[in-house]
């Protein structure tokens, strides 16, 4: 029942995050625009700001919430426990789901302290700063296949040829995944100036740990992507996603597989959380946030969680083909000669799904690792980002450069 | 004057220990996805078991006390309903936490002699039991069952004879064993006595 | 009596053998203390050294070999060639039966009864017999909680009748006002036709009774013996200086009982002197006063050496001070303060006290003078200042007389009558150190806070010139301090060099100053003791 459960509630959550998604975006919007007045719903401004805050609204937030009471609830189910299960709604309980509505009360309600020496700007600024970043970020996923909002309910072969087409995804940027190491390293800002802004001499040093983390390891995450770039010869994501394509073994993890562990393992660094939560160390060290409180403290905290999603969402994109579905082609299933033709819109809705569901996954892949490794030390922290990881993804870059020239050269 | 420098030697010696240093535990891969293992199949074997076994849901399930639990104190009572204990301060005397307050006084009535303030401050108490065995009249006994109350202040954690004795109920026991105690003492030889 | 005093040689001695060892004991002595004095320890009830032995109980029979039957050994006078046997077969059974015989109609209310703890017979039982009772049917009951006089309550069940407080009466308080009533198994003790237990002596017989029969009202139901913890002291109700334990628990008294010393009180004390403990924390200064506002000790004495300083500068190297020495005070708070006094060259030192009570003395034990060390402080001020020690009258006739500026006194008790009272008020510097408020309390401008007497270490001297200790029983109230603390403190800041640390050393000093102490020592230190550990004292 429980493991029923584990499966089939994130399948019906995505279909629905699904059917909004590709019915605003997809559906509601295009026919809206075909009345006069309502041109300007197809306006590019006004479609990458719908498509943020439903981004946001629909499964980034949603998803980071709930991923406070997951960590709670799946931690306890890896070490025996119980977990969380005493909010409830109604009555309610829902294995402790509501938890996360009593914790965000809960941030909301308590004292929002200063400390009187802290720089009061700078202070309230950090959090902000740690943030908006990871929501910036978002614009660059791609989170479903091209709309060809005229032919919804036809069988499309190739939607690139379509000339109404709506993109799902918020902006396709050339430059693509250097957009996001280039927004993501702003992040640091907050973590450092959270820890100088509290006039607190164990708060800076916990701000010295995460900036030298998050800088450290920034090189590493690059250089491990950089190959997986090689491959594919973009940077765009939309396009890796198609240069991947449906069938499993063209995609990035099959061409990349030491890329993916080492940038799986410099992201997770970036999100410093266990093994490598040494700026926070909440149970030993004291971090670069111990003076705050509140919902400010929840920011620091919901930014870890939505980095988290984040992350996922960048390692199903580069590595696990993205929104493809296994065998999922734009005009329906080819598996073994035998084909399953679907309309647009239901291919559409199963791509999103997917995706949907690759994220979570590596959200509860992630959750795992959090709880199974213990943390490092400072030292082998740097030692592990410096003299192993770094080399070892030089490597990759230049093994793949040669394959890859060998290749096009033939 | 000749001074020599000598080079300082220390005769400690430190015993090193060699460490195998092979690619697996410089990866530290193996020990991860051990790890992982385990952690899954504990994550997917609780899913799948929906409550974990050891955990006692505690207010909606509880644990069935075993029959010599020690919870409160009570003090029982006579047939008239007047406490049975006579102040004999044996409670205080082996109390080890020094927990029980007597203050005796002397009844109108045939009994002679009773507790005027007879306080338990709950929170010294250490729950060893040994009031109830040096009690010689089956006044004070520690089988209610009940847990020590939240307080707020810590006086509120001092039980006072009222409290003591609404817990209490009738005790018949008669000092030095029933009637019949010849019976039990040859079935039950007791080694103390001989 | 256990032992004649002087035994004359040759004739006057036998000897015997106890359980196969020799002991020769004076002729007289019976067979219950010499097996004693071997350390041979036989149970007994009735018999009681200091009384004499009727035998009733039967507790203490012991085989004798030739004679038929057991003997009672406290009755037995010890004759030439004689074999006891205290622990053969014969002796123990006999002891034993003996000791059910006398449990047959006990209540057994040990958990009630105020003598437990100190019991005999609990004592005995657990040592002895600790089986259970075969008796199957009812106790005889007689009346409980009988008032036999003012002080003393009695439960007849638990009465064991050996007749010790009749005999205490007879033979300590020479007042026959306890008897045997009744017959057979109804057998009770009552007072005797138209009297009440209301002798001097009365609480003794609380003392001697060996189980709870006999409770004393003041210690009912206050504290359990085996919490009590004992201080051997001196009592220091008047001049006799009784030997006493103080019974004690977390810091409070809880009663005074005698202790065996056939000099001086033999195992006997009298009521009013039990009763002195209540005494000891009535009225209790605790705190030092300057003119009536309560300052911290160190600022009363600096009060006190600026006024005193001033005055010697002013009117001459004595400054027209006074000193009173006090017979309440230990020898050593008084050798101190003279000593102080001889050192700034006063000359003018009274002596102070209870005054006489002739109506409360007796022949017995109970003295005219209430005070416990008059003779102690007369012996000091003769040796440290011969001759110039006066009396309250002359300090009454001095202060009004004008001759005084300053006065400085010891102890709490001064009696001075209304016109003194007023001149002391007028004096520049008045200290005065007492553990106890009274009508001087006020009229003084400098009060320090002393301690009583079952609060310091010290030594008595009894009206027979006996020098006696007396031990630290409770801590003193608040700031209270011992006399001679407080003189060491104030003559320090006069410019004196006093140093004291203990007793003992000041009781050195006074032992080569004043030749009445010459052959006194000071005796060892006692750890207090438990009285749960003490056995029973009945």
């Known amino acids: 029942m429980g493991i029923v459960l584990l499966f089939l509630i994130p399948v019906v959550v995505f279909s629905i995050v699904s059917v909004v998604l590709v019915g605003v975006l997809g559906a509601a919007l295009p026919a809206l625009a075909a009345y006069p007045d309502f041109t300007w719903v197809m306006d590019p401004w006004f479609q990458a700001l719908i498509k943020m805050t439903l981004l946001i609204l629909v499964v980034v937030m949603p998803l980071a919430s709930i991923l406070t009471w997951m960590e709670r609830k799946q931690s306890a189910k890896m070490q025996d426990r119980g977990g969380p299960n005493r909010a409830a709604i109604l009555g309610a309980r829902a294995w402790g789901i509501p938890h996360f509505i009593a914790d965000a009360v809960k941030m909301i309600m308590k004292e929002d302290f200063i400390p009187a020496k802290a720089n009061k700007i700078l202070f309230s600024l950090a959090p902000v700063m740690a943030i908006v970043p990871v929501f910036v970020t978002f614009a660059i996923v791609p989170f479903g296949g091209d709309v060809c909002t005229h032919q919804l309910t036809q069988v499309v072969a190739n939607p690139a040829l379509c000339t109404d087409k709506v993109t799902l995804q918020v902006a396709r940027l050339d430059v693509g995944l250097l957009f996001y190491f280039a927004i993501a390293s702003l992040a640091v800002y907050g973590t450092t100036l959270a820890g100088w802004a509290s006039y607190n001499k164990w708060s800076l040093l916990g701000g010295l740990r995460a900036s030298s983390q998050m800088m450290s390891y920034e090189v590493t995450m690059g250089l491990a992507i950089l190959g997986a770039f090689l491959v594919y010869g973009t940077l765009e994501p939309h396009a890796i996603v198609l240069a991947q394509g449906p069938l499993p073994w063209h995609w990035g993890i099959v061409y990349q597989p030491l890329g993916a562990i080492l940038f799986f393992t410099a992201a997770i660094a970036e999100t410093k959380r266990t093994p490598f939560d040494t700026p926070e160390g909440e149970s030993e060290v004291v971090g670069y946030f111990v003076e705050y409180s509140g919902m400010r403290f929840g920011m620091f905290f919901l930014a870890e969680f939505i980095e988290v999603v984040f992350l996922s969402a960048i390692m199903a994109t580069v590595f696990f083909g993205g929104y493809e579905f296994p065998f999922l082609f734009p005009d329906g299933f080819h598996l073994l000669g035998h084909s399953l033709p679907l309309p647009h819109v239901a291919v559409l809705l199963i791509q999103t799904a997917g995706w949907g569901l690759k994220v979570i996954f590596f959200c509860w892949f992630q959750l795992l690792i959090r709880w199974t490794l213990p943390r490092i030390r400072p030292d082998q922290l740097m030692d592990l980002g410096w003299k192993k990881l770094l080399p070892v993804s030089l490597a990759n870059v230049v093994v793949t450069a040669v394959v890859v020239l060998a290749l096009m050269a033939r | 004057m000749e001074t020599t420098f000598r080079k300082r030697t220390s005769k400690a010696t430190v015993k090193v220990v060699p460490r195998p240093e092979t690619l697996n535990k410089e990866l530290m891969l193996g020990g991860i996805i051990q790890g992982l293992a385990v952690t899954m199949r504990h994550f997917f074997q609780n899913v799948a078991r929906e409550k974990p076994e050891v955990t006692i849901n505690y207010p909606e399930e509880r644990l069935k006390y075993p029959l010599r639990n020690r919870g409160l104190h009570r003090l029982m009572h006579r047939e008239d309903d007047s406490v049975r204990c006579v102040a004999c301060m044996c409670c205080p005397t082996a109390c080890p936490a020094h927990c029980i307050t007597i203050v005796a006084e002397e009844t109108g009535n045939g009994n002679e002699k009773r507790p005027a303030i007879f306080e338990i401050d709950e929170l010294r108490c250490i729950v060893c039991g040994l009031c109830v065995e040096a009690c010689p009249c089956d006044a004070i006994r520690m089988d209610t069952g009940e847990h020590m109350h939240v307080v707020d202040r810590r006086d509120d954690a001092i039980l006072g004879k009222v409290d003591l004795m609404k817990r209490g109920i009738s005790s018949t026991a008669v000092q030095g064993g029933e009637p019949n105690w010849q019976e039990r003492v040859k079935t039950v030889p007791d080694p103390r006595f001989r | ?538």
């Open chain 3, 1 to 538: 009596m256990a032992e004649t005093p002087n035994p004359a040689p040759a004739q006057s001695t036998v000897t015997l053998k106890i359980d196969g060892q020799s002991v020769t004991v004076p002729k007289g002595t019976n067979v219950l203390e010499a097996a004693r004095s071997l350390g041979v320890s036989i149970s007994f009830f009735c018999y009681h050294p200091g009384l004499s032995s009727p035998a009733v109980c039967r507790q203490c029979l012991v085989e004798v070999k030739g004679q038929p039957k057991p003997v009672p050994s406290c009755y037995t006078p010890c004759a030439d060639n004689m074999d006891v046997l205290t622990q053969s077969e014969k002796a123990l059974t006999v002891r034993q039966q003996m000791l059910e015989f006398t449990l047959v109609n006990h209540p057994v209310d040990c958990p009630i009864c105020d003598k437990a703890g100190e019991c005999t017979l609990q004592k005995l039982y657990v040592e002895w017999d600790s089986a259970h009772a075969r008796m199957d049917y009812e106790k005889v009951h007689k009346p409980k909680k009988v008032d036999l006089g003012p002080t003393i309550v009695l439960d007849a069940e638990r009465c064991i009748l050996c007749t010790r407080c009749i005999r205490v009466c007879d033979e300590v308080a020479h007042d026959h006002q306890l008897e045997m009533s009744y017959r057979g198994d109804r057998e009770t003790i009552s007072v005797a036709p138209g009297k009440q237990l209301d002798n001097p002596y009365s609480l003794n017989t609380v003392d001697v009774c060996p189980v709870g029969a006999l409770t004393a009202k003041d210690f009912r139901f206050q504290m359990r013996a085996w919490e009590l913890m004992t201080t051997s002291s001196v009592c220091a109700g008047c001049a006799t200086g009784c030997n006493d334990e103080i019974h004690h628990a977390r810091g409070e008294i809880y009663r005074l009982v005698p202790r065996e010393n056939q000099d001086v009180n033999k195992f006997w004390m009298c009521d009013d002197g039990r009763m002195t403990y209540h005494e000891i924390r009535q009225n209790r200064v605790a705190g030092a006063r300057v003119q009536g506002e309560t300052v911290p000790l160190d600022k009363a004495l600096s009060f006190a050496a600026d006024r005193i300083v001033a005055l010697r500068g002013s009117s001459g190297s004595s400054g027209l001070l006074g000193v009173v020495a006090n017979a309440q005070a230990t020898n050593e708070d008084n050798y101190l303060l003279l000593k102080v006094a001889s050192a700034l060259g006063v000359d003018r030192v009274y002596l102070a006290g209870r005054p006489a009570r002739p109506d409360c003395a007796d022949d017995i034990l109970r003295h005219a003078d209430m005070n416990p060390n008059t003779a102690g402080a007369r012996a000091i001020a003769q040796a440290l200042m011969p001759g110039k020690a006066k009396g309250v009258p002359q300090l009454a006739a001095d202060l009004e007389g004008g001759a005084l500026k300053a006065l400085w006194i010891l102890g709490d008790h001064v009696d001075l009558d209304e016109e003194a009272q007023a001149a002391l008020a007028r004096l520049e510097v008045c200290i005065y150190q007492t553990p106890h408020q009274n009508f001087l309390s006020d009229k003084v401008n400098v009060l320090l806070p002393a301690a009583a007497w079952a609060e310091v270490d010290g030594t008595f001297t009894n009206a027979k010139g006996l020098v006696q200790r007396i031990r630290r029983a409770v801590e003193p109230p608040g700031e209270a301090r011992p006399h001679r603390e407080l003189i060491q403190l104030l003559g320090r800041k006069l410019g004196i060099a006093l140093d004291y640390p203990n007793v003992r050393m000041l009781f050195k000093e006074m032992k080569q100053a004043v030749p009445e102490f010459a052959a006194a020592e000071y005796g060892r230190e006692l750890p207090v003791v438990q009285l749960r550990f003490a056995g029973s004292r009945g």
